[in-house]
Structure formats: structure tokens, C-alpha cells
């Protein structure tokens, strides 16, 4: 019963699809198309195949209108099997070596025979291509030498010494490259054509080659070439610039400097514009303004760019203009200095000032002496009553005798003390009551009288 309820559906399904004008699909699928690799095997799978045990089923693959495998119910009929054989549990197909002798197109053809005599048949069809992988490419330049802008034609060709069925992209700077103007291709890409080349066509080139089951990217080769002079433009770290326009002030010495893109790099000329007269000043990339012109003094200049080799050659033109541009603007320029005039007054005035500070510092305060008595001072009579002097007289009171030997007036006995206020030599042949008289009277001695 199981078995008649799978043949009956097939057969529904079959005849189904097949009123409805289907290809009945349903029951194969193969690939459109297999891509192979030189040397490598392949499989040509099937999918999707329905098996019925009541249904008897015939397949065939053939190729170039030659059999290669036929059978019945999943038994080969024939088959070559140095070069193919059979997967099953379908009817998929291994080539075993791929070589250009097995590529085309190949057929499957199968029908399917029911027990009641209907039958369903169906063709498929599979393209295989044998690629080999491509190798590295490399780039050849022509010519090989430098070239002049807008002169020169330049030729590429990408080179590759393996690979089939090869596709050519090339790029610029890692942008893509299309034919339109001065850039034409071959059929195939392989070639690049530049005419006449110019300026922004300095980059490095590269070419991308590649198949379907292999891609390679060649190394950059850069694009040089003799060109400009461009943008020319003329700069100077003197003075103010405004446009075209340079204020300096008088007496300041100026350079000048004429830059251009361009190469080999340009050649200058100076030239000096005066009531519409023109004279050549000097050449060179630098221009030096002697300080010889006097305020409100105005001229114009040109600086000439010329490159040797592409023979073109560019201009500019700038005005001169020396007027007062304020003390923040004085400068001059001297290789060498280090320090301008005013810093060194202020530096060698700061210097005085501080040598008289200290000088009167030292002279009214004493700080050696203060420090002095300071150390020297006892700590028990710093807060004691204020001393005049005298108050140790007491320690002289006495009968002094005075000895007398003539010749030898200088070993006179005396006390110091009491010799302190005579106002000459000759009072030292005084009395005692004159030695005495001369000390001050104590508090004692007021209260023995």
C-alpha cells in the first residue's frame, strides 16, 4: 500500500507538472555552469533526484554527443572510468583530471518509466571551463625614460605569463582607470595609452589581472615627467603683506623669495618696473632689497619663472611700499643678535638699583653689629633697667698712690678708669683728692654723707 501511495503521488506530480508546461525541475537540479582548475578534479553534482522502487529510471550523461555513463535504476551501463566515474546515490558525475580536452558542455538526459507505461523525460545541460590560475603581472612603460607634459605619449602593458581567459583593470593612485580622453584601452585592457600626457597624470600605476578562480595585482610603478612652472607666487618674512602688496619700513632690509611647482625647478629673473620701463635687477630664486629707500617711497616688481626643459615660464607681479609701521613693527633684521639695545639698558639698570639698595641697607642698619650683639647679649639682663655708664664707679673708691720716676713718666701707676676724663698729659702728676674728686658720687656715698 506504502508503495503505490509514492508511485501514485510521483506520477500525480509528474503529470502535474508536466500539463502545466513545466520542465518538471522539480525532480533534478544541476548547475548552468562549473569552473575548474587545470589539473584539479571536479563534480558534476545533481540534486533533488526522486527514487521510486515501482518507477524504473534512466540516466545518461553525454558529452559532444558521445555517452559517457549510462544507467538504469542506479547501475552504470557504461562508463569510462580512466577519466569519469559515478557518485551515487545520484546521478552525479566526477571528472577525475581537468584539461582542456574535457571542456564544453555536457548533457544529463533521464526519463522515468512508470509501472502503468507512462513515462517523464527531462534534459540538462552543464558548461565546464578549464581556467588556469593567473600569474603576477607586471607592468612595462613606454618610453622607460622621463617625459615632458604635453609633449610626450605614454604606453602601458600589463604582462602576465600564466592564466586563461584573463580581464585587464588598471588604476591610478588606487583609482580605477576608464577609456575617455586621453586615456584609450585595447579590447582586452592589457593596454593603456596616455596622449599627450600632462600634470595630473603623475601617480603610481598598477594593473589588476584576474580569471574566474584567480586574481593578482601587480607592484606600482610610478609616473614622472617634466612639467610647470605652476602657481607661482612670491613670499618675504620681512614687513607686512597684503595681496600683492609689501610694507616695510624705511631703512629695513628685505628679501624676497619666488617659489613656482615645477620640475626641474624654475629659473628666476627679477625685474623692476618703473614708469612703464622694465630692467632686469638679477636672477636667482632670492631678491634682496637694499635699505636705501626713503618713507613714502612705492615700486613694483616681476618675478619671471622659466623651466628649460618644457620652455614655459610664468610671472607674478608686487608692489614695494616703505612706510612707518609703528614700533611694533621696527625690526631689523642682523644675523647674529641675540638681544636688542633696550633689553640691555633695562637688564644693566636693574643691576644699579639693586647695588644701591644694599649698600644703604648696610650702612644704616648694621646687620653685623645687630647679629653681633645679638649672639653677645645674656639672657638674664636682656629686660634689666637702662645703664648710664657709672654704675660701677664704686669699684674705683680708694687711696690711690702715685709713683713718680723720673724719666719714666709712662709706668706711672693709675687706674684706667679714673684716667679716662684728664684732658692732657700733665695731669698725671695730680694729687689723690684730685684723682678722687673727678669720680662721680654713687647713691651709696650720698647716703653715708
Given at each position: 500500500m506504502e508503495t503505490f501511495s509514492s508511485t501514485f503521488l510521483l506520477f500525480l506530480c509528474t503529470v502535474t507538472f508536466c500539463i502545466s508546461g513545466s520542465h518538471?525541475?522539480?525532480?533534478?537540479?544541476?548547475?548552468?555552469?562549473?569552473?575548474?582548475t587545470y589539473g584539479n578534479s571536479l563534480l558534476l553534482l545533481v540534486e533533488n533526484l526522486i527514487r521510486s522502487e515501482d518507477a524504473d529510471i534512466y540516466f545518461s550523461w553525454n558529452f559532444h554527443g558521445q555517452t559517457l555513463v549510462a544507467f538504469k535504476n542506479w547501475k552504470d551501463v557504461n562508463m569510462d572510468e580512466s577519466r569519469f566515474s559515478f557518485q551515487p546515490p545520484n546521478a552525479s558525475l566526477l571528472i577525475h583530471?581537468?584539461?582542456?580536452?574535457?571542456?564544453?558542455?555536457?548533457?544529463?538526459?533521464?526519463?522515468?518509466?512508470?509501472?502503468?507505461?507512462?513515462?517523464?523525460?527531462e534534459h540538462k545541460s552543464v558548461r565546464i571551463t578549464?581556467?588556469?590560475?593567473?600569474?603576477?603581472?607586471?607592468?612595462?612603460?613606454?618610453p622607460a625614460s622621463e617625459v615632458v607634459e604635453d609633449e610626450d605619449d605614454v604606453t602601458w602593458m600589463c604582462l602576465v605569463e600564466n592564466g586563461t581567459r584573463v580581464r585587464y583593470q588598471w588604476f591610478q593612485d588606487k583609482r580605477p582607470i576608464r577609456a575617455k580622453g586621453r586615456y584609450t584601452l585595447s579590447p582586452n585592457n592589457s593596454k593603456l595609452v596616455i596622449s599627450p600626457i600632462q600634470k595630473e597624470d603623475i601617480g603610481e600605476y598598477s594593473c589588476v589581472v584576474e580569471n574566474v578562480i584567480s586574481q593578482k595585482t601587480s607592484e606600482p610603478v610610478a609616473l614622472n615627467m617634466f612639467y610647470g612652472p605652476y602657481n607661482l607666487v612670491?613670499?618675504?618674512?620681512?614687513?607686512?603683506?597684503?595681496?600683492?602688496?609689501?610694507?616695510?619700513?624705511?631703512?629695513?632690509?628685505?628679501?624676497?623669495?619666488?617659489?613656482?611647482?615645477s620640475n626641474p625647478p624654475n629659473s628666476c629673473v627679477w625685474i623692476s618696473k618703473t614708469n612703464n620701463s622694465t630692467q632686469v635687477l638679477m636672477s636667482?630664486?632670492?631678491?634682496?632689497?637694499p635699505p636705501a629707500y626713503k618713507l613714502a617711497h612705492t615700486e613694483e616688481f616681476v618675478c619671471r619663472a622659466f623651466n628649460n626643459i618644457t620652455q614655459k615660464q610664468d610671472e607674478t607681479e608686487f608692489t614695494l611700499v616703505v612706510a612707518s609701521l609703528g614700533t611694533g613693527k621696527e625690526k631689523h633684521y642682523q644675523e647674529g643678535s641675540v638681544a636688542s639695545p633696550l633689553t640691555a639698558i633695562i637688564v644693566?639698570?636693574?643691576?644699579?638699583?639693586?647695588?644701591?639698595?644694599?649698600?644703604?641697607?648696610?650702612?644704616?642698619?648694621?646687620?653685623?653689629?645687630?647679629?653681633?650683639?645679638?649672639?653677645?647679649?645674656?639672657?638674664?639682663?636682656?629686660?634689666?633697667?637702662?645703664?648710664s655708664g657709672h654704675e660701677d664707679a664704686t669699684e674705683d673708691f680708694g687711696i690711690y698712690e702715685f709713683v713718680t720716676i723720673p724719666g719714666r713718666a709712662e709706668s706711672t701707676l693709675a687706674s684706667s678708669r679714673s684716667l679716662a676724663g684728664l684732658e692732657s698729659a700733665q695731669d698725671l702728676h695730680t694729687t689723690i683728692y684730685d684723682v678722687i674728686k673727678h669720680i662721680p658720687e654713687t647713691p651709696i656715698q650720698s647716703l653715708l654723707k
Open positions: 518538471c525541475s522539480t525532480f533534478v537540479r544541476v548547475p548552468d555552469i562549473l569552473h575548474g583530471f581537468l584539461d582542456h580536452a574535457v571542456e564544453g558542455e555536457y548533457g544529463l538526459d533521464f526519463y522515468i518509466k512508470f509501472p502503468n507505461g507512462s513515462k517523464v523525460s578549464v581556467d588556469v590560475p593567473v600569474s603576477f603581472p607586471v607592468i612595462k612603460k613606454t612670491v613670499k618675504s618674512e620681512q614687513g607686512l603683506q597684503t595681496g600683492a602688496v609689501f610694507t616695510v619700513n624705511p631703512g629695513e632690509l628685505v628679501f624676497f623669495d619666488c617659489f613656482a611647482d636667482g630664486p632670492r631678491f634682496e632689497v644693566i639698570a636693574l643691576l644699579i638699583i639693586v647695588c644701591m639698595l644694599a649698600v644703604l641697607f648696610k650702612k644704616s642698619c648694621h646687620p653685623h653689629r645687630v647679629i653681633m650683639n645679638i649672639y653677645n647679649r645674656p639672657l638674664t639682663d636682656q629686660k634689666g633697667p637702662h645703664l
